[in-house]
T-cell receptor, first 112, second 115 residues
Framework: GDSVTQMEGPVTLSEEAFLTINCTYT??????LFWYVQYPGEGLQLLLK?????DKGSNKGFEATYRKETTSFHLEKGSVQVSDSAVYFC???????????FGKGTHLIIQP | EAGVAQSPRYKIIEKRQSVAFWCNPI?????LYWYQQILGQGPKLLIQ????????DSQLPKDRFSAERLKGVDSTLKIQPAKLEDSAVYLC?????????????FGDGTRLSIL
């Protein structure tokens, strides 16, 4: 079946550092790809998405590009802030309104 | 726009007891999902409804879990009898139907502890 693998945490960075969280997927067909974020004490929120190869999703300074050749959807941000501290989940969906397959999550800690 | 509503927020029961969770999706969202999130893991899909019909329940442990969405709006998820391994956060999500890549909107979840 489908699966999503993302780098284990916690990831600890200093404010203004560059962030990369790796995510790779296995799926039959061409899934849609998502990054969700869970801030402390809050529910899961969609951060960004991409629905086809070479699409780039972006939001709040975060970006991720759908790479079909490497089956990857790595999350990047050029300069992180303390407020970015959260758990980040990479997820895939088979298509239409299919359920999501999630990675295990990466806990990001940004120190001032 | 009101978000996905879930209740209760927390529930503590003993093993072998039964428990039920309730979810009200965003108005107009035809698709409703229940996920189980065990501590330290990502959410796992349990069941997906399209209006009041089940689309996917392949990962639902049907010997003890059941779910319904009788009028195509709110939904209940039940566990009977509960086991220790059912301790988790149960998340409800909803989305508009049809379009590829439609995002899912999540509720705050119900945290279940089994003693």
């Amino acid at each position: 079946g489908d699966s999503v693998t993302q780098m284990e945490g916690p990831v600890t960075l200093s404010e203004e550092a560059f962030l990369t969280i790796n995510c790779t997927y296995t799926a039959t067909g061409y899934p849609s790809l998502f990054w969700y974020v869970q801030y402390p004490g809050e529910g899961l929120q969609l951060l960004l998405k991409a629905t086809k190869a070479d699409d780039k999703g972006s939001n709040k300074g975060f970006e991720a590009t759908y790479r079909k050749e490497t089956t990857s959807f790595h999350l990047e941000k050029g300069s992180v802030q303390v407020s970015d501290s959260a758990v980040y989940f990479c997820a895939s969906s088979g298509g239409g309104a299919d359920g999501l397959t999630f990675g295990k999550g990466t806990h990001l800690i940004i120190q001032p | 726009e009101a978000g996905v509503a879930q209740s209760p927020r927390y529930k503590i029961i003993e093993k072998r007891q039964s428990v039920a969770f309730w979810c009200n999706p965003i108005s107009g969202h035809a698709t409703l999902y229940w996920y189980q999130q065990i501590l330290g893991q990502g959410p796992k899909l349990l069941i997906q409804f399209q209006n009041n019909g089940v689309v996917d329940d392949s990962q639902l442990p049907k010997d003890r879990f059941s779910a319904e969405r009788l009028k195509g709006v709110d939904s209940t998820l039940k566990i009977q009898p509960a086991k220790l391994e059912d301790s988790a956060v149960y998340l409800c999500a909803s989305s508009l139907e049809g379009e590829r890549g439609q995002p899912q909107h999540f509720g705050d979840g119900t945290r279940l502890s089994i003693l």
